[in-house]
C-alpha cells in the first residue's frame, strides 16, 4: 500500500508563492500517478493537477500558468510549485495516488495524504 504526506504549506499574503510536497512511501503495481487537491472552506475538493510515473502532466483551468507539478522519482515525491497565489487558493491541499489514462487523472479511494494549510491572505 501506498502512504502519502503533504508538506510545505503556510500564510502567505497575495501574489507569493509556495512549494508543496507530497512524500510517497511503499508501492502498489497499478499505481502510476499522483493527483494534487484542494479544499476550500466549505467547499468541494477540487483536482488541481496530475502527473504520471512517466512524467504526463495535467491541469485545471483555473490553475493552469501558475502552478506546475512536477516530480523526483528518486525521492519518490511530487511538487506543486504554486506561483501568484490568490486568497481564492486558500485551502487545504491533498496529494492522491492514482492512475493516469488516456490523459485523464482517476484518483484512488485509499490513497490520500493528510493535507497542508495554504492561507493566503490579501
Known amino acids: 500500500q501506498v502512504q502519502l504526506v503533504e508538506s510545505g504549506g503556510g500564510l502567505v499574503q497575495a501574489g507569493e508563492s509556495l512549494r508543496l510536497s507530497c512524500a510517497a512511501s511503499?508501492?502498489?503495481?497499478?499505481?502510476?500517478?499522483i493527483g494534487w487537491y484542494r479544499q476550500p472552506p466549505g467547499k468541494q475538493r477540487e483536482l488541481l493537477a496530475s502527473?504520471?510515473?512517466?512524467?504526463?502532466?495535467n491541469y485545471a483551468d483555473s490553475v493552469k500558468g501558475r502552478f506546475t507539478i512536477s516530480e523526483d522519482i528518486a525521492k519518490n515525491t511530487v511538487y506543486l510549485q504554486m506561483n501568484t497565489l490568490k486568497p481564492e487558493d486558500t485551502a487545504v491541499y491533498y496529494c492522491?495516488?492514482?492512475?493516469?489514462?488516456?490523459?485523464?487523472?482517476?484518483?484512488?479511494?485509499?490513497?490520500w495524504g493528510q493535507g497542508t494549510q495554504v492561507t493566503v491572505s490579501s
Open positions: 502527473i504520471s510515473s512517466g512524467g504526463d502532466t
Open positions: 511503499g508501492r502498489t503495481p497499478a499505481i502510476n500517478a
Open positions: 492522491n495516488a492514482g492512475l493516469h489514462y488516456s490523459g485523464e487523472y482517476y484518483p484512488s479511494i485509499n490513497y
